[in-house]
């Protein structure tokens, strides 16, 4: 595997996580499911409402 895409799935996922947290929600959950979902996790996330506190 190409070690620029790997580098770049791996960026992808630790800026779903931080978005995740963001929005109240768990930042090793989503950072698990972009590992497989990766671009559609972000495109998910961009829509989904806040959590309150």
């Known amino acids: 595997m190409e070690q620029?895409?790997?580098m770049g799935w791996g960026t992808l996922m630790l800026?779903?996580?931080g978005l995740a947290q963001g929005k109240n929600r768990s930042g090793l959950n989503w950072f698990l499911v972009s590992l497989f979902l990766g671009p559609l996790a972000t495109f998910i996330l961009l829509f989904m409402e806040k959590l309150p506190q």
Request: proline residues 0%; hydrophobic residues 50%; glycine residues 16%.
């Open 4 to 6: 620029g895409y790997v």
């Open 15 to 17: 800026i779903n996580a």
